[in-house]
Nanobody
């Protein structure tokens, strides 16, 4: 099966830069739609960013996160990244990656917007202290 493994989290001080990574350690799966979500303590899952790497590449980022988050993919090692600038205590959350192969960027956006992906990882915990 596809097995997504997220890494790069930890306990950090407010204001630092973090780069999270997500790789597939299981069955080789050629996906073109990948996303990050997060779940903060006591809250529901929240969309963070998504990337479509098909014929018309596109990225989307949550408006509420004010430009501090950047999603990218390194195709040479098939790794998905999430960069977080100027971490804040309210960024404390379990960060979860998800992936699926879809036919176009519109469906990728819909998957992200609805939180409806075929494959999900377990996540990496980020704890930010002030």
């Amino acid at each position: 099966p596809v097995r997504l493994v997220a890494s790069g989290g930890g306990s950090v001080q407010s204001g630092i830069y973090l780069k999270l990574a997500c790789t597939n350690s299981g069955y080789t799966y050629r996906s073109n739609c990948m996303a990050w979500f997060r779940q903060r303590p006591g809250k529901g899952r929240e969309k963070v960013a998504a990337i479509y790497t098909g014929g018309r590449p596109q990225t989307w980022h949550s408006d509420s996160l004010a430009g501090r988050f950047t999603i990218s993919q390194d195709k040479t090692n098939d790794t998905l990244y999430l960069e977080i600038d100027s971490t804040r205590p309210d960024d404390t959350a379990l960060y979860i990656c998800a992936t699926e192969a879809v036919p176009n960027n519109g469906l990728c956006y819909a998957r992200w917007n609805q939180g409806d992906f075929r494959y999900w990882g377990q996540g990496t915990q980020v704890t930010v202290s002030s």
